[in-house]
């Protein structure tokens, strides 16, 4: 007997979603679901965005929250490596970064917004590919 595959949606679990936006031309150039908050993961997603998007030192700022794993050594040595300028919300203010706050409210305000949780990674992951292809 082939062995079962069940996915169960589990109460207090999460799933993170890293997305990277040009301010400037409003495109996501990048984004990943992880099961894990993780400065190594967004660090190699990080750099597969600077290489693909064919970027250069001294080229790009990087503003972000002030979550840890975008703060943490991890990510701050791939950005001094990579010539990328670190920016950071000022701490309890939500609306430093306006145009990714307007995406995530469109987010979640989407009519496909999910009312039940995903049921599994992938499951999370095509509707944030779906979401991207929308909003592009």
């Keep these: 007997m ?3 595959n069940l996915a169960i949606a589990c109460k207090g679990r999460f799933y993170y979603l890293y997305l990277f936006l040009d301010i400037f031309s409003r495109q996501v150039v ?3 679901v992880f099961e894990a ?3 190594q993961l967004a660090s190699e997603l990080l750099r597969d965005i600077y290489q693909r998007e064919d970027l250069r030192s001294q080229q790009v700022v990087l503003h972000s ?3 840890g794993p975008m703060k943490g050594a991890t990510m701050l040595a791939t950005l001094q490596r990579l ?13 430093d970064h306006p145009y990714s706050e307007s995406l995530f409210k469109t987010l979640k ?3 496909p917004y999910p009312l039940q949780p ?5 499951s999370a992951r095509h509707w944030v590919a779906d979401l991207v ?3 592009l």
Excluded: C, H, K
Excluded at 118 to 122: C, G, R, S, V, Y
């Design 2 to 4: 082939p062995p079962l």
């Design 30 to 32: 990048g984004w990943q």
């Design 37 to 39: 908050e993780s400065g």
């Design 83 to 95: 010539g990328i300028m670190p920016s950071f919300s000022r701490p309890a203010v939500s609306n």
């Design 118 to 122: 995903f049921a599994d990674l992938t």
């Design 133 to 135: 292809q929308w909003y």
């Design 65 to 67: 929250d002030n979550g």
């Design 109 to 111: 305000y989407r009519p």
